[in-house]
């Protein structure tokens, strides 16, 4: 049984009740593979793995750190090429390989004492379900699972490692109110 959780008005505008769980959000968790990167494993005839990586999504993850949001990673899969992205992208959590993600997820709010509703969680797949359940807001490339799009508060609008990591970073900018005021910053160079 599936349940439709997304709140948004009908005009399409995130609801005031969503607007206000967004803008508690202090850490912002997310899945690699189909919401970092496009889902696509690239192997060359050496066995040698790449990925690809959105670079605005990058970007605004570097950015809303000065913000405060703290971010992160619960990775079913170990990747160099992931823990490289991690590094350069100075996550605070990152937990590669971790097929069972839940108790990942526990052991990160209790270490932080954070409460479940402080994280917000993006995943596109149903190994990500039981976070996205516990999570405060839990969120969605446009490309994900068909079960996915169905149980979280919100499905971006843009497919995983194209955008849909930018959209909630400028979503969570907006709810805290901030916004207009971190695009002034980049303007007159206070980045």
């Not at 969503?18 to 997310?30: E, G, H, K, T």
């Not at 350069?88 to 709010?109: A, C, M, Q, R, Y």
Request: with cysteine; hydrophobic share 40%; aromatic share 8%.
């Amino acid at each position: 049984m599936s349940i439709n959780r997304i709140i948004v008005n009908s005009s399409g505008s995130l609801s005031p009740e969503l607007q206000s769980r967004i803008a508690n959000v202090r850490l912002l968790l997310m899945d690699v593979d189909g919401v970092l990167t496009d889902g696509c494993l690239y192997l060359d005839d050496n066995g040698v793995e790449a990925k690809q990586f959105s670079t605005r999504d990058g970007f605004a993850l570097v950015w809303v750190r000065q913000y405060g949001l703290l971010t992160g990673v619960i990775s079913g899969r170990l990747s160099p090429g992931t823990e490289k992205r991690c590094r350069d992208l100075k996550f605070d959590e990152v937990h590669l390989g971790s097929v069972h993600k839940f108790p990942v997820f526990e052991e990160i709010v209790k270490r932080r004492a954070m409460q479940p509703k402080e994280v917000a969680y993006l995943g596109d797949d149903v190994l990500d379900l039981p976070v996205m359940r516990s999570a405060g807001v839990s969120a969605a490339p446009s490309d994900s699972h068909p079960e996915v799009l169905q149980r979280v508060d919100l499905v971006l609008d843009y497919p995983g490692g194209r955008g849909a990591v930018r959209q909630f970073i400028d979503l969570w900018l907006a709810a805290t109110g901030r916004g207009a005021s971190s695009v002034e910053d980049i303007y007159h160079g206070n980045f």
